[in-house]
């Protein structure tokens, strides 16, 4: 006789699962949707992409996924998703800077990546690059205007090895167009640093075909607050830009192509930021078409990192987890160079703890998740495809639109950039301080009780910008040649504003220090919260009060449940806070009666309320709810508090 247990094994064996039908799933779903807003199975995002709540096959936009997209191994019984580490070493003389390169590369740094010193000369060269390192390690050098001269120095080095230079690989990057991009007033100066820029990369090439030196630096568009279909379409506009000018020069595009790297910055959204890196691959053979370009197309080479905009000096702690899901989705890309920023590079004051944990993001996606075992983990998804599609047609169409309008610069000129880019940025960091983007610890789940550590960059204030100076380029080989530094090479010049470098979180961060100052000087910075009713009905009212205040530094001092005006009155004469929040949305009546009562007494405390009802608004209440505007309802009542307390002194 069969055992009940081996009975119930045979009847699963023989089960089917008959796979239920999207209408049947959207029914379900729509019954059980517990949403404030409609159910609504499919909308259209900012950006014009369409997203659904549930993809199915029918989304596959392809039978097959592109090759374009899919990418391939790296090398035969290689990784087949190989990404490199590009965590740079810094120093300020070249020995420091050698020594920190080694401490890299012994912690498991696969490239030769640094900043680069302005006292660095062309006989330190020996030093950062003792014999064999070049042919073991590509080299990763991602800076500003420094590059020029860099690359001077190491033609000139070349030539000074004879006839066994040096085999090179990697890249040396500089985007020139970011100096016009971060202000109008640069456009003038921008010319002699391209026209520099242009000539030592023909220079270098001659020297070293191996390295990549036309850097295309898409991480501007993200700092500019531009969506993902702008940031493609901005990014291979100013490709084209290059391009053209470099064929000037009498370098064919597929050269070209072949020294190019793209590079992007990967924000928060996991899986957009995914499609974007895969769509970029997919633009790239398309304008490779344009340019006919026949047989085998330059592989596209993508330097990513992870987003500057959204890390914060609140809770700064978080930005490790910020960035370890932006370095997935880069990997999950099939990005060739990674840039994983450490957690504190937006404090003033850094430690390497932050580095050390940057670096070892990549071991755990190496060794750990190994991620470098496929060469597509993101092929076939029916969603990420679809996301990929979409954007791929978005983003050509803007790029078209670029291009019909006379390509970037004539953007630039016309100043549509600017306009542009200040309207988004606002729309973003206006988003933050209503709470529809989440920042955690610093617009959501604050901790009241947190010291915010001072922030070192991304606030929004000008800064020092470095620019060429102009010479030719036999002047320039030759003053290299004579032992001139980076430095000598450079003129520095002042951004007016900060724009491209504010970060999301900056100007709640200024409230926060304005807070701290106020609270040193006066001792304390309070609101009194005041639940009215049955605690089951104002404790989620009282918990986002709290949370909506900790966000511009202000603690709060509970009392409740209050069930009569006279309990808070008298709560509010014992405290005599400036501020009260009185919480009880179905207490409204009872709130009317407590407002009125603390008016007949001549207390002047501002007075806020989550309720939202009319009649409290008409009684000289402010309401907050989760769509309130909190920099701009928190900094008024902060100057608010602080012009009282100066006429008290």
Not at 154 to 172: D, L, Q, S, T, Y
Not at 202 to 224: C, H, I, M, N, Q
Not at 599 to 627: N, Q
Request: proline share 6%.
């Amino acid at each position: 006789m069969e055992k009940k247990s081996e009975w119930k094994l045979s009847a699963a064996r023989s089960a089917s699962f008959p796979e239920p039908a999207i209408r049947e799933w959207l029914e379900r779903a729509e019954k059980s949707w517990k949403g404030e807003e409609p159910f609504r199975p499919e909308r259209t995002d900012g950006d014009g992409i369409r997203v659904k709540m549930l993809y199915t096959k029918e989304d596959l936009p392809y039978g097959t996924v592109p090759p374009e997209i899919r990418g391939t191994a790296w090398k035969r019984q290689g990784p087949a998703n190989r990404w490199r580490s590009a965590q740079p070493a810094a120093g300020g003389t070249a020995r420091e800077l050698s020594e920190n390169i080694g401490k890299s590369l012994d912690r498991g740094q696969d490239t030769v990546c640094f900043s680069l010193p302005e006292t660095l000369r062309l006989e330190d060269l020996d030093l950062l690059f003792p014999p064999g390192l070049l042919d073991e390690y590509p080299i990763a050098v991602r800076d500003d205007v420094k590059t020029v001269p860099f690359l001077w120095m190491m033609r000139a080095w070349a030539e000074r090895k004879g006839k066994n230079p040096p085999r090179i690989r990697g890249f040396v990057g500089f985007d020139p167009l970011v100096l016009p991009l971060q202000s109008r007033e640069f456009l003038p100066r921008f010319f002699p640093v391209y026209e520099g820029w242009l000539e030592a990369v023909v220079a270098s090439g001659e020297k070293f075909p191996g390295l990549r030196t036309v850097f295309v630096d898409g991480t501007v568009y993200e700092r500019g607050a531009l969506s993902i279909p702008e940031q493609l379409a901005f990014a291979f506009a100013a490709f084209v830009f290059h391009v053209e000018n470099l064929r000037k020069k009498g370098i064919p595009p597929s050269d070209i192509f072949s020294k190019t790297v793209l590079a992007f910055s990967v924000g928060s959204s996991f899986f957009p930021e995914i499609a974007k890196l895969r769509a970029a691959k997919y633009l790239w053979k398309l304008l490779a078409k344009a340019y006919q370009i026949g047989g085998d197309v330059p592989k596209i080479t993508i330097y990513a990192e992870t987003s500057p905009v959204n890390k914060t000096a609140a809770d700064p702690f978080v930005n490790m987890l910020r960035s370890a899901n932006e370095a997935f989705a880069a990997v999950v890309g099939q990005v060739d160079f990674l840039h994983v920023l450490p957690y504190d590079r937006v404090l003033a004051e850094k430690t390497g703890l932050g580095e050390r944990i940057a670096l070892n993001t990549h071991h755990i996606l190496r060794e750990e998740a190994r991620m470098h075992a496929v060469a597509d983990a993101a092929g076939g998804s029916y969603y990420i495809e679809s996301l990929t599609k979409q954007i791929i047609e978005r983003a050509w169409q803007l790029f078209l639109e670029i291009d019909g309008k006379g390509g970037i610069l004539s953007l630039l000129e016309k100043g549509e950039w600017f306009e542009t880019v200040r309207n988004r940025k606002e729309e973003r960091i206006r988003s933050v301080h209503t709470g529809e983007t989440k920042l955690i610890g610093t617009n959501v789940y604050r901790d009241p009780k947190e010291k915010i550590p001072s922030a070192g960059e991304g606030k929004g204030e000008g800064a020092e910008v470095l620019l060429l100076a102009p010479r030719p380029p036999e002047e320039i080989l030759s003053l290299v040649q004579g032992g001139a530094t980076i430095g000598d090479f450079l003129e520095k010049a002042q951004i007016p504003d900060g724009l491209l470098n504010e970060r999301l979180s900056g100007r709640l961060e200024s409230l926060l220090a304005e807070s701290r100052t106020f609270i040193k000087e006066a001792g304390k910075l309070a609101v009194g919260l005041i639940g009215f009713g049955d605690p089951k009905e104002h404790r989620r009212e009282m918990d986002f009060a709290l949370s909506f205040f900790a966000v511009g530094g202000f603690a709060c001092v509970e009392c409740g449940p209050v069930r009569e005006a006279g309990e808070a009155l008298g709560f509010i004469e014992r405290t005599s806070l400036p501020v009260y929040c009185l919480c009880g949305s179905r207490k409204v009546e009872l709130l009317l009666d407590t407002v009125r009562k603390i008016k007949e007494k001549g207390i002047p405390a501002s007075l806020f309320s989550t309720a939202g009802d009319g009649k409290l608004a008409e009684a000289g209440v402010t309401a907050i709810g989760e769509k309130s505007d909190r920099y701009r309802i928190l900094k008024g009542l902060l100057e608010k508090i602080m012009e009282m307390n100066g006429n008290e002194a």
